[in-house]
């Protein structure tokens, strides 16, 4: 309960941005919200395996892609042309596909949402245990290695498959109805109720792994970042922690890749990439490791200025630079900076800002 | 070219074996020699330093940059000297001050460098892609071996690979700098209580293995082309390398890198040029699952890992 009420003041900014950006006329901020809300997820579950459990990972784009690849593979194409096999006979008759008609008006058959979302989410954590199991027992920098390769993986057979799209991935993905009359697609019309869907969202999330951490669960992870062997030696079962926060993490990387990919129509190879692991692993260190709130704000404002494009060009420059600067002078996150250094900092940005939109 | 490879279609000949080989050993000396500036650092300071593939696109960046104005080898070794004072800058730019840093923090900071490099050279050069003219001919020149064609610049490769690996060899053992370096790798307190300056030694290392990163950058550029973002994918490809060869050893990167390189030239035989990647990977992946420590890191390689 108490945690619920911690992610109150959340809710409340959540809000007051709908209605700032009303009042000011500047809705289309909420788009590149809504974008940043789903990395966020992502960076929030790799924020508990890194921060907490001590395990890095570079291969979570390589989860977010398994989510969203698989999802708009199944929502997409068409299962017309086995119409008559037993197994499309037997899902049509539970309910669990969808039929519509393309861009052209031809009749579509095609796995509904739903199903290709949990299909999708499920294949992820599977492989994360597959994965996870002989891959966690690898330690520092060889973990580091075995996760990037499981990434680089994944990147080679979304570009190398055609069922993925190769180089293309995959568009027009339909939209996602989660109930009647709230669906996840990227509509103007839905741009309002899309931004609450994605916040909700990562508030559940922020709100289940607020919980985790304060619980037994929790304790036992803080022991294994500590020393795997200390951990060893007072009970805990620490390989069997290590991998369920692995395939935690895991689920909430491709739920964020189902979602987003349904809100943006689409998905390309260029989520599966490497940088984007990188991307993601570097956020959290900004955030400052094992701290919830500043990979969160992090996860946040950094999506956020990248998406909206705010320095152009230098775009990577400028992200390489905050974390360089982030490392040099606050090794433990953004957070652990005092306000007077912060304000200063703000002032920067606030700096940068305006030259990027002039 | 076509009779070619038909003829060869039908018998796996000796010729294509040595081939396929020679392809398998020009990128595996590449490979090994970004693992070795790997391992330069790791052994002094314990991280991976992820710029390390920008120092090879500097260093051949800067060569086919500086040759309008002066002949092949000034070019290089003057391309090779700046990425070194790069690499000392970077150093003492970003690491050398940090007090007892985190090997997270270094790693992170050691992207955001890689990332900042690759900026920096995408704002300098474009994204048009370079190279240097071959060192000897040209493009069809070669040499039958075996009864296979081999282009001059592969032996440059190999060879300059080659002698990079004993040239270090005989800088670590003989000397007194290079058993500083070894000192500072396998005890740092220690180094410091026999009165070596362990931050010079780092410095140092960063300016080796800009060094080494630079040189291999420039002849392996006719062949490979140079391009601002080809740091990544070298980065990985050493990265991989060092792993599997244990990390620290050179002994066992010079044969992890080989392994790689044989792997990917070989399997192109086999599956499309897609899944090259992920074959050579999952190979790598299955040998660590079940070496967890690499192919090298045992006890044995642990005496060449001084390096």
């Known amino acids: 309960m108490k945690k619920l009420l911690s992610v109150l003041p959340l809710l409340a900014v959540v809000i007051g941005i709908h209605l700032l950006t009303s009042a000011t006329d500047t809705m289309y901020y909420l788009t590149q919200m809504t974008m940043s809300a789903y990395y966020s997820l992502l960076i929030i579950g790799l924020c508990v395996l890194m921060g907490y459990a ?30 008559d096999t037993a197994l499309v006979t037997f899902l049509d008759s539970m309910g669990m596909l969808m039929s519509g008609h393309d861009l052209y008006g031809e009749a579509l058959l095609v796995v509904s949402p739903w199903v290709a979302c949990i299909v999708a989410v499920c294949t992820a954590a599977g492989i ?23 990434g680089i993986i994944i990147y080679r057979v979304a570009l190398a498959l055609e069922y993925f799209g190769e180089a293309d991935g995959i568009s027009e993905v339909p939209a996602f109805v989660l109930l009647p009359g709230l669906s996840v697609s990227g509509d103007f019309s839905n741009r309002v109720q899309n931004y609450y869907i994605a916040w909700g969202l990562l508030l559940i999330g922020m709100v289940l792994l607020l919980n985790l951490i304060d619980s037994r669960v929790g304790r036992a992870l803080r022991g294994i970042h500590g020393s795997d062997e200390a951990a060893d030696a007072m009970g805990v079962n620490t390989s069997r922690f290590k991998l369920q926060t692995f395939v935690l993490s895991a689920v909430f990387a491709a739920i964020a890749g189902v979602f ?3 809100y943006n129509g689409g998905i390309g190879p260029s989520e599966a990439g490497v940088m984007k692991s990188v ?54 996150g953004i957070l652990s900076l005092n306000i007077r250094y912060r304000l200063k900092q703000l002032l920067g940005r606030g700096k940068s800002d305006k030259e990027g939109e002039a | 070219m076509l009779c070619l490879g038909l003829l060869t279609r039908c018998q796996m000949t ?21 693992a070795i500036g790997f391992n330069i650092i790791y052994n002094t300071t314990g991280i991976i330093n992820f710029a390390q593939g920008e120092f ?7 060569a086919i940059s500086l040759l309008q104005f002066m002949p092949m080898p000034v ?27 985190s090997v997270l923090r270094m790693i992170i900071i050691t992207i955001g460098i890689s990332i900042l490099s690759r900026e920096v050279g995408v704002h300098i050069w474009g994204e048009s892609i370079r190279s240097l003219p071959y060192f000897v001919g040209n493009e069809i020149t070669s040499i039958p071996i075996f009864g296979a064609r081999i282009s001059p610049q592969v032996l440059w490769v190999v060879a300059a690979s080659g002698l990079m690996v004993i040239a270090l060899g005989i800088f670590f053992k003989t000397t007194s700098v290079g058993r500083e370096m070894r000192a500072c790798a396998s005890n740092r307190k220690a180094a410091t209580l026999c009165g070596i300056n362990t931050q010079n030694m780092v410095t140092l290392s960063f300016v080796l293995s800009a060094g080494i990163g630079a040189f291999a950058g420039c002849v392996m550029s006719p062949i490979t082309y140079s391009q601002y973002d080809m740091g990544t994918g070298l980065a990985i490809k050493g990265f991989t390398v060092a792993i599997l060869g244990g990390l620290g050893s050179s002994g066992g990167a010079v044969a992890a890198g080989l392994l790689l390189g044989i792997i990917e030239a070989f399997s192109v035989s086999v599956v ?36």
């Open chain 1, 54 to 83: 001590g395990q890095i990972s570079l291969g979570h784009a390589g989860f977010f892609a398994i989510g969203g690849y698989l999802s708009a593979a199944l929502t997409t194409h068409s299962l017309i042309a086995y119409k």
């Open chain 2, 272 to 307: 499309p040029l897609a899944f090259q990647d992920a074959i050579s990977i999952s190979i790598l992946l299955i040998i660590l699952f079940v070496r967890p420590q690499g192919l090298f890191g045992s006890k044995e390689a642990a005496g060449l890992s001084e390096f």
């Open chain 2, 56 to 62: 090879v696109m500097f260093g051949g960046m800067i």
């Open chain 1, 128 to 150: 994360a245990v597959i994965i996870g199991i002989p891959v966690l027992k690898l330690k520092g920098h060889y973990l580091a290695m075995a996760t990037l390769g499981f």
């Open chain 1, 260 to 262: 987003l990919t349904h």
């Open chain 2, 14 to 34: 000796t010729e294509l074996f040595i081939q396929y080989l020679m392809a398998g050993i020009t990128y595996g000396s590449i490979y090994a020699i970004v």
């Open chain 2, 75 to 101: 070019a290089i070794a003057l391309a090779v000297a700046i990425t070194m004072v790069i690499g000392a800058l970077i150093e003492i730019c970003f690491i050398r001050w940090l007090k007892s840093p």
């Open chain 1, 279 to 332: 991307r993601y692993v570097a956020i959290v260190a900004v955030g400052g490791m094992a701290h919830l709130w500043g990979a969160l704000l992090m996860g946040i404002v950094l999506n956020f200025l990248s998406l909206r494009g705010v320095f152009g060009s230098y775009d990577d420059a400028v992200f390489g630079l905050i974390l360089i600067v982030i490392m040099l002078f606050a090794p433990n």
